[in-house]
């Protein structure tokens, strides 16, 4: 199970978002949960800055021109995608909200509960 986040370091909603997933992501890592944090439109500078600030760490990919975002159809930023068992877009959650955290794992949970 895949989870990708696509991101700014300028949006808040974002950066109250991304340590929420982390934590979750990180929790279901022995399950097989992976995550993949993928900047949209900014330079390795820019990301490397803001993560040097931060008390979590995480793998980043760096979708400079938007064109991964543009794929998964992201129009407006946090944009998380599930990636399912079978390589399918299982789920998908647009902004952030206080219960981000416990969404986030039970559809998780659903995911890697379902048999395939």
């Given at each position: ?8 370091t ?8 991304l340590?929420?997933i982390?934590?979750?992501?990180s929790?279901l890592?022995?399950r ?10 900014e330079?390795?500078?820019q990301?490397t800055e803001?993560?040097g ?13 938007g064109k991964?975002?543009d794929l998964?159809?992201?129009?407006g930023i946090p ?10 877009i299982?789920?998908?959650h647009v902004g952030f909200?206080?219960?981000l955290k416990e969404?986030?794992t039970e559809k998780l949970?659903?995911?890697l509960?379902e048999?395939?």
């Amino acid at each position: 199970v895949v989870v990708l986040d696509f991101w700014a370091t300028w949006c808040g909603p974002c950066r109250r978002g991304l340590p929420v997933i982390v934590e979750v992501t990180s929790a279901l890592r022995d399950r097989g949960v992976v995550f993949y944090s993928v900047n949209q439109r900014e330079t390795n500078e820019q990301v490397t800055e803001f993560l040097g600030k931060q008390e979590y760490t995480m793998n980043v990919l760096m979708d400079r021109e938007g064109k991964v975002g543009d794929l998964f159809g992201v129009s407006g930023i946090p944009h998380t995608v599930i990636i399912g068992k079978d390589g399918k877009i299982a789920d998908v959650h647009v902004g952030f909200a206080p219960g981000l955290k416990e969404e986030l794992t039970e559809k998780l949970n659903e995911i890697l509960d379902e048999s395939h």
